[in-house]
C-alpha cells in the first residue's frame, strides 16, 4: 500500500519522548495504515537526553538543543512536544505560529490563563491539526465502554466515576522534580498531571460537570532536594472532585479522582458507570478485562469478558492475546497520523483530545482550587451540547 510520510520533530525527549519513538519504531504492528510518521528531528534543552535517539533512531537529520531549528525546518510537518508544563504556552504558540501540527501533552499550558493563550493561536490557524495526548482510553476494554455511552446503553445513569492513579509518591525519600512544584508544574498538581487522562472520555460523551466540590491533599509536604536538603513540595498530590453531570437527558454524580498517593497502584486508570439498564467498568489493573451487568429485572449478575487486543486500529497482535501500554500510546499515534491526513474522513471515530477538551478541563481544574479555596461547591458554565 502507498503510505503517505508525516515528517515529526520531538521536543522534549524525555519520557513520553520516548514513548513516541519506539511507537514509530514499530509501525509495522499497525495493519492496513496509508500513513507513516517519520522523526526527522529532535530537540531537548538537556543534549544527554538526545544520544538514545540519535543511537536508535537512524532517520534523524537534525538533533538541537534549540527548539526553533526544528519550527524552521521545512521538512518538520508535526510536532511532538513533551516538556514541563510552566513552558506549554511559549512552545505551542511558538509551534502553531511555525505552521507546524501539533500533538501537545496535557494540561496544555500550566493555568488557564496560559490554556486561553493557546486556544488564541489555535484558533487562529484552523488549517493545523492540534491535539493532546491521552492513550488510556484506547485499551480495548475503555473503546467498548465509550461505544456503550454511544449507544445509551446505561438507562438512567445512577453514577460515573473515572480516576488515575499513582503511588510512588508515597516514599517520602523521593527527590522533589519539576512535576512537584508549582512554578513548573502548576498549582493544580495532581490534577494538571493527571486529569486529562481521566476526563477524555467522559468529556466527549458531553458530560461537562454542573458544578463541583473538591477535596484536594497535600499529603508529603517536604522532598530532599537536588541537594539532599528537604525542600518544599508544594503541589497537590491527591485530588477527589465531586460533580453533578447535567445533560438533556441525565442527571447524575461523577466522581473523578486523580492521586499520586495512591498506595500500591501503579498508573492505575479506570472508568465505572453505572446504570438502571447496564453497568459497565474496566481498570488498566486488569488489562483485558471488561466487567458488564445487564439488568431487566431478577438476578443480578456481573458478568467478565477477556477482550484481547483489537482496539481503535486493527494491529498483527492476535485478537487473543494482551494489550498493554505501549500498545494504548501505538494507538493513539495511529489516531493522529490518521486524523492528520484524512480529517473527517478518518477511520474510526474516536480522535484524540482536542484543545477545546483542554480548554474544558482548564475550567474544571480551576473551579476545583477555587472549591478547595472556599471550601465550597463552585458552578461551572453551561457548555453547548455536542451529539455524539
Ligand atoms: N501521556 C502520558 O501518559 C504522560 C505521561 C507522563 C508525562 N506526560 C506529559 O508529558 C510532558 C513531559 O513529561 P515527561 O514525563 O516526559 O517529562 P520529562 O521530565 O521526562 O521530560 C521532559 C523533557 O523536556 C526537556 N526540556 C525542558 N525544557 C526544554 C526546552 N526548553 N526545550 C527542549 N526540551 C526541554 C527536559 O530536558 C526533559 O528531557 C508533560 O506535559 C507531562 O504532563 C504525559
Request: hydrophobic share 40%; glycine share 6%; proline share 6%.
Amino acid at each position: 500500500m502507498q503510505k503517505r510520510e508525516v515528517k515529526f520533530g520531538i521536543i522534549g525527549c524525555g519520557l513520553m519522548g520516548r514513548e513516541f519513538a519506539s511507537a514509530v519504531a514499530r509501525w509495522c504492528h499497525l495493519l492496513d495504515q496509508d500513513v507513516i510518521p517519520r522523526i526527522v528531528g529532535v530537540c531537548d534543552a538537556n543534549t544527554t537526553m538526545l544520544s538514545w535517539f540519535q543511537e536508535n533512531i537512524p532517520t534523524i537529520q537534525i538533533a538541537t538543543q534549540d527548539y526553533h531549528d526544528l519550527l524552521a525546518s521545512p521538512d518538520i510537518d508535526a510536532i511532538y512536544c513533551a516538556v514541563p508544563h510552566n513552558l506549554h504556552e511559549r512552545l505551542y504558540i511558538d509551534i502553531i505560529q511555525a505552521g507546524k501540527h501539533l500533538l501537545g501533552e496535557k494540561p496544555f499550558g500550566i493555568d488557564q490563563a496560559a490554556n486561553r493563550q493557546i486556544m488564541q493561536a489555535v484558533q487562529a490557524h484552523p488549517e493545523l491539526l492540534v491535539r493532546c495526548s491521552s492513550e488510556m482510553p484506547f485499551f480495548p476494554a475503555a473503546q467498548k465502554i465509550y461505544e456503550f455511552i454511544r449507544e445509551q446503553r446505561f438507562g438512567t445513569i445512577i453514577e460515573a466515576q473515572a480516576g488515575f492513579l499513582h503511588s510512588s509518591d508515597l516514599d517520602p525519600n523521593k527527590p522533589i522534580n519539576w512535576k512537584r512544584r508549582i512554578a513548573t508544574n502548576g498549582e493544580y498538581g495532581c490534577m494538571g498531571d493527571l486529569g486529562m487522562h481521566v476526563l477524555h472520555i467522559p468529556l466527549r460523551s458531553g458530560w461537562f460537570p454542573a458544578n463541583v466540590r473538591a477535596l484536594l491533599s497535600n499529603i508529603v509536604t517536604e522532598r530532599p532536594g537536588p541537594d539532599g536538603n528537604m525542600v518544599a513540595c508544594e503541589t497537590w498530590d491527591n485530588a477527589i472532585l465531586a460533580c453533578e453531570v447535567q445533560t438533556r437527558e441525565q442527571h447524575f454524580p461523577m466522581l473523578l479522582e486523580t492521586k499520586r498517593i495512591a498506595p500500591g497502584e501503579t498508573n492505575t486508570w479506570y472508568i465505572r458507570i453505572l446504570g438502571t439498564k447496564f453497568s459497565a467498568e474496566f481498570s488498566t489493573k486488569y488489562p483485558k478485562t471488561l466487567r458488564t451487568m445487564a439488568y431487566s429485572g431478577g438476578s443480578q449478575h456481573w458478568q467478565v469478558e477477556d477482550l484481547g487486543s483489537v482496539s481503535a486500529y486493527p494491529s498483527i497482535t492476535g485478537g487473543i492475546f494482551e494489550f498493554g501500554f505501549s500498545d494504548s500510546i501505538l494507538q493513539m499515534w495511529a489516531t493522529f497520523c490518521d486524523e492528520l491526513v484524512h480529517r473527517d474522513a478518518m477511520r474510526q471515530p474516536f480522535h484524540c483530545v482536542t484543545p477545546e477538551e483542554t480548554a474544558q478541563s482548564h475550567l474544571l481544574f480551576t473551579a476545583a482550587l477555587q472549591s478547595q479555596r472556599e471550601q465550597q461547591v463552585v458552578m461551572l458554565p453551561p457548555l453547548p451540547q455536542t451529539k455524539l
